[in-house]
């Protein structure tokens, strides 16, 4: 699917009345939101780094478990756990973290993300496999404190 058909997709859900949009066929896939004019589109990722962003997210929240800090996305995208396919992951369920350590990449329009660690603690679980799609406010990592 290339950009020309997302096009014709998006003017066909807007014709509908559709909303929102998602296309996977394992190998590329996208998300749509159609609300007033603005429209996301998410492409594979590249196989080099277009940009990098280091993004810092809202503060977390704590969790009904004691001590446990929920890390979630700050957009929608795909979750990297590694800086590239041959690398080790940032982080893995057991690791102690300081406060500014990158904890996995959400790629978003072609732009990688680093996504870094608010607070410092233990690496409890990783909810996200990696190259997953992930939404807005999905816990990507539990942490305690």
């Given at each position: 699917m290339n950009f020309e058909d997302?096009?014709?997709?998006?003017k066909l859900a807007?014709?509908?009345g559709v909303s929102e949009l998602k296309y996977d066929d394992g190998k590329k896939k996208f998300h749509v939101v159609l609300g007033?004019?603005?429209?996301?589109?998410?492409?594979p990722a590249p196989q080099h780094k277009v940009e990098h962003h280091t993004v810092v997210t809202k503060k977390p929240?704590?969790?009904k478990e004691e001590g446990v800090v929920e890390i979630t996305s700050p957009f929608v995208g795909t979750f990297y756990a590694q800086p590239n396919p041959d690398s080790s992951p940032y982080v893995q369920a057991g690791d102690k973290v300081n406060k500014?350590?990158?904890?996995?990449i959400v790629e978003a329009m072609k732009i990688m993300n680093e996504i870094e660690s608010e607070i410092s603690?233990?690496?409890v679980e990783v909810c996200v496999e990696n190259e997953n799609y992930v939404e807005y406010g999905q816990v990507l990592f539990k942490i305690k404190v």
């Open positions: 997302v096009e014709k997709f998006i807007k014709d509908e007033g004019t603005k429209h996301e589109y998410f492409a929240a704590v969790t500014g350590k990158v904890l996995c603690g233990t690496v």
